[in-house]
């Protein structure tokens, strides 16, 4: 632009500055926003994914009119724990204090390894019982109760550890009772059994979906208020795996919910019955107070001030005696629909097997270690201080026969040194200092990281027989998961990928695929006074060689179907863990289990015998349900590395039907054939549903926030300075 026009611009350039100018102040006020507020309110299906506690929402009384979260009055967990599954009965009490009759969706979180297959639902004195269905069909007949006035409820898989629940024309001032069933497999590792059940999520991230999410609320930030869905659309919306999977357009509100503080959580009790054949030395909860007590080797655990709110996740962890470590459990179950039939029953085993801890105590290889750490925003408060002591601690371990080099990611990632280097003291000490400059804030580009410490990797020729390790400490609040998997599958290499899980509520579910996935193990440590020893468990795995090559061989059971169908690389102080189905007459075989130590074969054999079994126990009528849970998995496993997707959607639906459990193809409805109200069609509009922020973290708002005095403070002067720019290019226009 020449000098002339500088000092005064021509007027279509006065007019496209002002409208920059103009445009830039409304995205700029639209990003200030909460995120729920930046998000269109008839998407719900992403609202839903903002949800991080048991929430209701509740549907307006008119058109036109907004939805709300209201919290349970309570929520009641108790959970029955035998051999290695565990089932919890979950009730959760609710009130509509609204004048009008209402349409509620309740939201809740659970373990990413269980499988909802119970519900049901009380309301007055009227109670319903679910049924599994196909997902679309569910909806359509569950949309059909809603037009006609019957009540109704719709339970669903929305991703691996969160669940909705639609209920259907509640009456006002009534009291609602929820109450639905779920099994998985308690944890075991190093000699001690543990469980966690979720009470809350960590938001998640998306690359780069800020700015493209504050684009689309400035374009639909007219039309959102008309644009309403209504309550006949259900059976034509909902979840689409892949889409929510692969693609990553999704906004940024999914995975930055408003939050909200501790004491407007839900009150929740909970309560726990463990019963198992082994006399225990302890029973503890590093997340909560609780009581115990105990006859023989049945244990009752409650905590010990009745009510807890939902910011943060409950765990428990129960020793055997010195001495009554299991090294080898077998349990099994035939079924009993097809038993009289005889040659189509089918049978089921749980296996774990410890392999003596003497096979681990040659002396360790040398390694090449890299430690990854993330310092996003989501990592504020406890969760980098945890970090930065978890990796001192490993640096602090390393041996002078290792190398190692240490990643930190953010929005950027940068490596502390271009390659590995030797262990030694004054390297150890820098590493060490710069580790305690770090700080969290930014997005959770984690991409960039995985491609830094993996895809790199020296030829194996040149690595003198090193194991090479890749340890990530990170909360793992990311929502491009899918994508995630794929890189880490393709660039792993001869590396292994451990993951340690950091906060109040990581995201549990990616962090434990990752591992799966990078032939590693997960570690999770919950607060700061359990990083040393959490810490110094795993790299106590890390520093002794491995069992590899793990295979089965089945002896008078004919083609068993097994999962894992490949036995993943065992560490010293794991199980093996696998489950298998076969079809045929009872019998007694023989299970040979071998594995490679240091070039050295390892063998054990154990007995497998379905004619003895009590199919009555509680431990067995649930072999059924894991065994198909570990195929199920398995399949959703393939999906993610975009396999037949129709092809493999129908077999999971088709096995979920027939073991009766919820999946993201199948649901849990519930009708109430008498109708309850007239008949008639509420307009459905959502907004964004307040949560509660995990327990110790500070961010107040999405990734890379500053907190919402200071995010508003610079948004006001953005916008001012925006205006004044504005100004600056009228005034000669007002002058000449």
Same mark, same amino acid.
């Given at each position: ?9 021509? *007027? ?5 500055? #002002? ?40 549907? %307006? ?142 938001? +998640?991230?998306?690359?780069?979906? +800020? ?17 309403? %869905? ?26 930055? %919910? ?155 990632? +940068? ?94 579910? #990616? ?82 289990? @071998? ?83 007239? *008949? ?30 200071? +995010? ?19 005034? %000669?226009? @007002?002058?000449?």
């Amino acid at each position: 632009m020449n000098a002339k026009h500088r000092k005064n611009p021509p *007027p279509y350039l006065r007019r496209s500055a #002002f409208a920059v100018a103009t445009r830039l102040t409304l995205v700029a006020l639209i990003a200030c926003l909460p995120a729920g507020l930046q998000a269109t309110t008839n998407d719900f299906q992403h609202q839903l994914n903002q949800i991080e506690s048991g929430t209701l929402i509740i549907a %307006p009384q008119t058109a036109g009119g907004n939805f709300h979260a209201q919290s349970p009055l309570s929520t009641d967990v108790s959970i029955e724990v035998s051999g290695l599954l565990a089932r919890a009965h979950v009730k959760q009490t609710f009130s509509n204090s609204n004048d009008y009759w209402i349409e509620a969706t309740y939201a809740f979180p659970l373990p990413d390894e269980s499988r909802v297959d119970r519900m049901e639902m009380r309301i007055g004195e009227r109670t319903i019982k679910g049924e599994i269905q196909g997902k679309q069909q569910a909806r359509q007949e569950y949309a059909k109760a809603l037009s006609e006035g019957k009540r109704a409820s719709l339970l669903e898989s929305q991703r691996a550890n969160l669940f909705t629940n639609r209920v259907a024309n509640i009456p006002p001032h009534e009291t609602i009772q929820i109450t639905f069933s779920y099994q998985w497999q308690v944890e075991y590792d190093d000699g001690v059994f543990g469980l966690r059940v979720p009470l809350t999520l960590t938001p +998640r991230y998306l690359p780069g979906a +800020r700015l493209a999410a504050a684009e689309r609320a400035t374009h639909e930030l007219e039309t959102a208020l008309s644009d309403e %869905p209504t309550s006949s659309d259900l059976s034509q919306t909902g979840f689409d795996y892949r889409n929510s999977m692969n693609q990553q357009t999704t906004a940024s509100s999914d995975i930055s %919910p408003p939050m909200t503080e501790t004491r407007n959580a839900t009150p929740t009790s909970i309560l726990v019955s463990i019963d198992t054949a082994m006399p225990l030395e302890s029973v503890t909860s590093r997340s909560h107070a609780i009581h115990t007590d105990q006859t023989n080797t049945h244990w009752r655990v409650s905590l010990a001030n009745a009510m807890v709110p939902t910011d943060r996740d409950f765990t428990l962890t129960w020793s055997p005696l010195l001495g009554h470590s299991p090294l080898a459990a077998v349990f099994t179950q035939s079924s009993t629909m097809e038993k009289s039939a005889g040659i189509n029953a089918e049978h089921f085993a749980s296996v774990m097997v410890m392999p003596p801890q003497d096979l681990f105590q040659s002396a360790p290889l040398p390694r090449e270690v890299v430690f990854v750490i993330d310092t996003s925003g989501s990592m504020q408060g406890n969760s980098i201080r945890q970090a930065r002591a978890a990796l001192e601690f490993g640096i602090e371990r390393l041996s002078a026969s290792d190398t190692f080099n240490v990643i930190e990611f953010n929005s950027i990632t +940068r490596a502390l040194f271009n390659k590995a280097r030797s262990a030694t003291e004054a390297d150890k000490a820098k590493a060490t200092k710069w580790v305690r400059s770090l700080r969290a804030d930014g997005g959770t580009e984690m991409a960039a990281a995985v491609d830094a410490s993996l895809g790199n990797q020296p030829p194996l020729t040149d690595t003198s027989n090193r194991l090479r390790q890749v340890v990530f400490i990170t909360d793992g609040s990311v929502g491009n998961e899918a994508e995630l998997f794929l890189q880490i599958k393709n660039t792993l290499g001869y590396s292994r990928l451990f993951t340690v899980g950091i906060g109040s509520a990581p995201n549990t579910w #990616f962090m434990r695929r990752a591992a799966e996935t990078g032939r590693g193990a997960y570690t999770y440590i919950a607060k700061q006074d359990q990083v040393q020893e959490q810490m110094r468990l795993l790299l106590q795995k890390l520093e002794k060689p491995v069992l590899t090559e793990i295979t089965l061989q089945w002896d008078g059971i004919n083609n068993p179907e097994v999962y894992p169908s490949v036995i993943p690389d065992l560490y010293a102080g794991e199980p093996l863990l696998f489950d298998a189905r076969w079809q045929g007459k009872p019998v007694s075989g023989t299970l040979s289990i @071998q594995g490679r130590h240091n070039g050295h074969m390892w063998s054990n054999q154990l007995q497998i015998d379905t004619k003895s079994t009590d199919a009555e126990s509680s431990q067995s009528t649930s072999l059924e349900k894991q065994w198909a849970h570990r195929k199920i998995e398995a399949m959703e496993n393939s999906l993610l590395f975009n396999e037949d997707q129709q092809s493999i959607e129908q077999q999971i639906t088709d096995l979920a039907l027939h073991y009766s459990m919820v999946t993201r193809y199948t649901s849990l409805v519930a009708i109430d054939q008498q109708v309850a109200r007239e *008949p008639g069609t509420n307009t459905l509009k959502r907004t964004a549903v307040p949560s509660a922020m995990p327990h110790g973290n500070t961010m107040l708002l999405p990734q890379g926030s500053l907190g919402i005095g200071i +995010r508003l403070l610079l948004s006001a002067l953005f916008a001012v300075l925006a205006i004044l720019f504005g100004l600056s290019t009228l005034r %000669p226009v @007002q002058t000449a």
